[in-house]
């Protein structure tokens, strides 16, 4: 197991000694830890997605309103 120091907001620590007294606060920090690992990762997934999807859009074909409406038409019948 590793130790790591944060430096936080006397007001943060005390709401957050207060909301898990008694409970086990290295696990709990682990825990948060986690979860911003996975929500970080997940908006470089997106990001990523966007980027690859916007690519593809340079290199598609161009359509009209026209064919557009006739392709929306199709569609329904």
Wanted: net charge positive; glycine share 4%; proline share 3%.
């Amino acid at each position: 197991m590793s130790t790591v120091n944060f430096s936080v907001p006397e007001d943060v620590k005390q709401a957050f000694n207060a909301a898990f007294q008694g409970c086990n606060k290295s696990a709990i920090i682990a825990d948060l830890m986690r979860e911003a690992v996975d929500r970080a990762e997940s908006r470089q997934r997106q990001h990523e997605a966007i980027a690859r999807i916007l690519e593809r859009r340079k290199h598609a074909p161009a359509l009209t309103e026209k064919q557009l409406q006739a392709a929306r038409e199709e569609g329904r019948g």
